[in-house]
């Protein structure tokens, strides 16, 4: 099914509320009564991206988490959050809650963000009708993530707030007209212990590559998700810069014979990336990969000279998490220890 007919059939929905009124922001989908934004107190993170977008805007609404956070990563957090529960998800790759279990948390709202399509649109319908829970859908991607931040901020009653989110965003996402094809580095972003899964071009995983106006390695294959490679294919990619947020992987590729015989190893250029308390290039795919845009914007165009990466992350963590750790707990985060 094209998206067209897509939005055409979500639309004769009965329990679905696309966004077109002036109360309510465009790429929005609704399910159910949505309350008004004082009377949302509790709210139920569907996926990991989800979770985050709400924490940035309303900490003190978030229920809880939908994986399970690590110590170091809960260490980063704001003192209030860093005891939420685990709750498990409701989207992504198979529920982990049962429906009775959600009716009993007792949430004012439902919310997911993300990808839009299909799968998710008929579990947030299933959902509300089920539990009449409202369930909110945020249509979006890495570059709407200022709409995402203003929209859902005038949601959940934080709109002040998603305002300022949302102008640090668009001073993030800058436009990559102004840097020539043959200054965009080309890009592979390793992922796992062995290096060898990877982010296809159009992955959602994959945006911060695009967004640092960088060109990811992998080839186009005309759908974007995650792949499987093999050594050979990446040697023949011959990528200007290997970016990774798995210590394992880090370690090992300085090492190992194969990977020094990339051109980004022999020259410096194989990065680890801090990947708590979210990772800065993925994990999960949703604003808190701004800071790693600019992070890797200024590795991949030489602008990384001169600055001090531990004050922009304790900036970064004040603003977004409401948190900042001490200069010695992000340096070590920032070295990969």
Same mark, same amino acid.
């Given at each position: ?37 004082? *009377? ?32 170091? =990563?809960?260490? #980063? ?5 860093? @005891? ?23 949430? @004012? ?37 200022? *709409?995402?931040?203003? @929209? ?98 880090? =370690? ?8 020094? *015989? #990339? ?50 992350? *304790? ?15 992000? =340096?070590?985060?920032? =070295?990969?220890?």
């Amino acid at each position: 099914m094209n998206r067209r007919v897509f939005l055409a059939n979500l639309a004769a929905l009965p329990w679905a509320t696309c966004f077109a009124e002036s109360t309510v922001p465009r790429k929005f989908f609704v399910f159910g009564q949505l309350p008004p934004p004082g *009377r949302i107190r509790r709210v139920f993170a569907a996926g990991a991206p989800a979770a985050v977008l709400a924490y940035v805007l309303v900490p003190d609404k978030l229920m809880g988490w939908p994986w399970p956070l690590s110590d170091e =990563a809960r260490a #980063l957090l704001a003192r209030g959050q860093r @005891d939420l529960p685990m709750l498990g998800r409701l989207a992504g790759r198979g529920s982990t809650l049962p429906l009775e279990r959600l009716v009993a948390l007792k949430p @004012d709202l439902i919310i997911d963000a993300g990808t839009v399509d299909e799968t998710y649109f008929s579990l947030a319908e299933r959902v509300a009708r089920e539990t009449r829970i409202p369930y909110v859908l945020v249509d979006g991607r890495l570059a709407d993530s200022p *709409r995402q931040l203003r @929209d859902c901020g005038g949601l959940l009653g934080a709109a002040e707030r998603g305002e300022r989110l949302a102008r640090f965003a668009e001073s993030t996402l800058l436009s990559c007209r102004d840097v020539r094809p043959q200054g965009r580095p080309k890009v592979y972003l390793a992922r796992g212990a062995d290096g060898l899964e990877t982010p296809l071009p159009g992955s959602v995983n994959g945006e911060c590559i695009e967004a640092a106006c960088g060109v990811n390695a992998a080839p186009p294959s005309g759908v974007g998700g995650l792949a499987r490679v093999s050594p050979e294919q990446v040697l023949a990619w011959a990528p200007d810069v290997i970016v990774t947020q798995y210590p394992e992987f880090h =370690a090992r590729a300085r090492e190992d014979a194969f990977w020094k *015989r #990339l051109p980004a190893v022999r020259n410096g250029r194989l990065h680890l990336v801090p990947s708590q308390p979210f990772g800065w290039l993925d994990g999960p795919p949703g604003v808190n990969r701004l800071i790693g845009v600019r992070w890797l914007a200024s590795r991949l165009h030489g602008h990384d000279d001169g600055i001090d990466w531990v004050g922009q992350a *304790r900036d970064f963590h004040r603003l977004f998490y409401g948190h900042a750790p001490e200069q010695d707990q992000l =340096a070590r985060l920032l =070295a990969g220890v």
